[in-house]
């Protein structure tokens, strides 16, 4: 075992101005701001690259270096929660030829307690909770960040109740996406919809909903409007619980993939819902989170608001579609790209090899390149609102001041032929460079 250069505090500090990239091998949640020890600021150091210990487990872990544009040529600093974890990471790095690599040991019991030391932090972080975080809450105690009476631990699904059956998180309930969204139009249902199937749910205004899914697929992949099972759909439910007013919705981080991970209890049960009798809130308590046809319109001739077009890049030039049962290809004139992945039943740009969600810098930073800031009102879409929901996540979970989702995406624009459309590259980013 290498014994590795260890750096004091004023050390990290120093090198780090002269370019020296610090890396955080603890959970991404508690990169995120979970104090997962205790200790008395969240967060990370101001910087840091989130590269958990955990990953170097994978056999892909070269190729998550590479993503994150970790060179050979970069002196490292590393660092954890422990010298074993930061060692661990250390050495994994020394195997695949780096060689300017150096140890930060004074996390827990310096950084983290000197309020002149710069911390950063996910501002929602509350609301992307650990496997951790949901075992103590279903096993009866008070997790941190928790001041609720009443929750309901929700396995999202599409049409797949098999995937549920086969094992979930032990006392969840399943909810089908279609529960809260319509098959035929992939738009969220009325208000009178929506509070019948929330309370049907057990479901109301004051409780805590925490939601996860399972990558888990059917034979027939097309059968799904996005990257379907997963945490997509559980994202897709809580964009439309927060829209119809649910107060305190959390999503577990990682999905259910997280809890197995974690090694807690998997449960077979079907567990039967306690249906309440009135949801508590007038429906949509958060209308503003919704764009619909006529407000996507207003926001394409809008100096201070963009439609973000969440799709494969196929799809925004209009090679594909996307989708068996979307005939048009093409995209929304003036729409930003933001891209999601590979296609449309994927999100790996805004995922981890984990299925954690993506390191918050790195999503903001692919956003600025396209122009995409927090300055204007922003409506993430995409085909049928699954993939732009889950941008639309990452934007709120920043804190950013006005986010939405265009519902009807793609699928509703292009079902009108009186609604224009582009196809091919872009001759020129207009949108982005009359500011």
């Not at 040991?105 to 950084?111: M, T």
């Not at 926001?299 to 963009?306: F, G, V």
């Not at 995406?409 to 091919?424: I, K, R, V």
Request: glycine share 8%; proline share 5%.
């Amino acid at each position: 075992m290498t014994n590795f250069r260890e750096v004091t505090t004023q050390e990290l500090i120093d090198r780090q101005k002269n370019g020296a990239l610090v890396i955080d091998v603890r959970p991404v949640d508690a990169y995120n701001g979970w104090k997962l020890k205790d200790e008395p600021r969240g967060g990370h150091i101001h910087g840091a690259k989130s590269l958990p210990a955990k990953w170097a487990g994978y056999m892909d872990w070269i190729e998550i270096v590479r993503h994150k544009k970790i060179t050979p040529e970069q002196e490292l600093i590393i660092y954890g929660y422990n010298r074993d974890s930061a060692q661990k990471v250390a050495e994994s790095f020394e195997k695949a030829g780096y060689s300017k690599i150096a140890l930060y040991n004074h996390f827990l019991d310096e950084w983290a307690n000197d309020e002149t030391l710069p911390m950063e932090y996910l501002p929602k972080y509350r609301q992307l909770v650990s496997a951790e975080w949901v075992n103590k809450l279903i096993s009866g105690e008070k997790p941190a960040e928790y001041d609720n009476d009443k929750f309901v631990v929700v396995h999202s699904h599409y049409r797949n109740r098999d995937a549920y059956l086969s094992g979930h998180i032990p006392g969840a309930i399943d909810m089908d996406t279609n529960a809260l969204e319509s098959p035929e139009t992939w738009n969220r249902r009325s208000p009178e919809e929506l509070k019948k199937a929330l309370e049907k749910h057990g479901i109301t205004a004051d409780t805590t909903v925490v939601l996860y899914g399972k990558f888990m697929f059917p034979d027939n992949d097309d059968e799904f409007p996005g990257s379907a099972a997963g945490d997509i759909g559980a994202i897709r439910n809580a964009f439309i619980m927060m829209y119809a007013g649910v107060k305190d919705v959390r999503v577990l981080n990682g999905g259910f993939q997280s809890w197995e991970d974690a090694g807690f209890e998997v449960s077979k049960d079907d567990v039967p819902k306690q249906r309440v009798k009135d949801f508590g809130a007038k429906i949509p308590a958060n209308p503003q989170l919704a764009v619909d046809v006529p407000e996507a319109k207003e926001m394409i001739a809008a100096n201070d608001a963009e439609l973000v077009c969440v799709r494969s890049y196929p799809e925004y030039i209009g090679e594909v579609s996307g989708y068996n049962y979307i005939e048009a290809k093409g995209r929304i004139p003036g729409a930003i790209f933001a891209d999601c992945g590979s296609d449309a039943y994927h999100m790996e740009n805004y995922r981890n090899v984990d299925h954690t969600t993506r390191e918050f810098h790195e999503v903001i930073e692919n956003w600025k390149q396209n122009g995409i800031t927090p300055n204007k009102h922003l409506a993430f879409y995409c085909g049928t609102g699954w993939r732009g929901s889950e941008a639309w996540f990452n934007a709120w979970l920043l804190g950013w001041p006005h986010v939405s989702v265009y519902d009807g995406g793609w699928f509703e624009w292009s079902n009108d032929p009186n609604n224009p459309f582009e196809t091919g590259i872009p001759k020129e980013k207009v949108k982005l460079d009359k500011d």
